[in-house]
């Protein structure tokens, strides 16, 4: 069974310390491993697409990347605005389908 | 600012009742899914669809319908509400080719008693 495992489930950080959240997933023919942020009591964000391992994608403090058996978000110097869960989502070839884990709540505390 | 509405943030039904649930994009975004958010088991695919009138089942179809009569409009029916249909639900929509990432509304607080 195709499975999308995130982890931690919860992290907490230091203002500044800088730290990586982890997906990894067991779906064959992948088309797109994409990242999002949620906010209590909101809908997800969409943040990133990857698509082929070796790919990268950056925004502000976050930077994703991809291999051909995981993800890493990478949170650079985080501020206390960044706390919030952050959902990794896979979808495979002939479908408009994802995949969704089940998060990485993090808490920054300044 | 692109985005998708949902008509209600919170509701509140009783068992046996048929609700629905509206979301409106206005984006002209081709597909359209309806997922549950439950603590501990992420988003689940409820149902989909990728044009007016043409309906997938996801993942937990049961007890759910959908309806989609315009290209902007995505409704979700639950025939007779149940205690276990208590959730948030989420609406979302891409454009076709699908990975620019779903936009997704604010959600749907539902509480079934």
């Known amino acids: 069974e195709d499975q999308v495992t995130q982890s931690p489930e919860a992290l907490r950080l230091q203002e500044g310390e800088s730290s990586s959240l982890n997906c990894s997933y067991t779906v064959s023919g992948l088309r797109g491993l994409f990242w999002y942020r949620q906010d209590p009591g909101k809908g997800p964000e969409f943040l990133f697409t990857l698509y082929s391992a070796g790919e990268e994608k950056e925004k502000e403090r976050l930077k994703a990347t991809l291999t051909k058996k995981e993800s890493f978000l990478h949170i650079t110097a985080p501020k206390p605005e960044d706390s919030a869960t952050y959902l990794c989502?896979?979808?495979?070839?002939?479908?408009?389908?994802?995949?969704f884990g089940t998060g990485t709540r993090l808490k920054v505390l300044a | 600012d692109v985005k998708v509405t949902q008509s209600s943030r919170y509701l509140v039904k009783r068992t046996g009742e048929k609700v629905f649930l509206e979301c409106v994009q206005d984006?002209?975004?081709?597909?359209m899914f309806w997922y549950r958010q439950d603590p501990g088991l992420g988003l689940r695919l409820i149902y989909f669809s990728y044009d007016v009138k043409m309906k997938e089942k996801g993942d937990i179809p049961e007890g759910y319908s959908v309806s989609r009569e315009k290209k902007e409009r995505f409704s979700l029916i639950l025939e007779s509400a149940s205690t276990n249909q208590t959730s948030m639900y989420l609406c979302?929509?891409?454009?076709?080719?699908?990975?620019?990432?779903?936009?997704f509304g604010s959600g749907t607080r539902l509480t079934v008693v």
């Open positions: 979302a929509s891409t454009k076709t080719p699908a990975n620019y990432g779903y936009t």
């Open positions: 989502a896979v979808q495979y070839s002939g479908t408009y389908k994802y995949i």
């Open positions: 984006m002209d975004h081709e597909n």
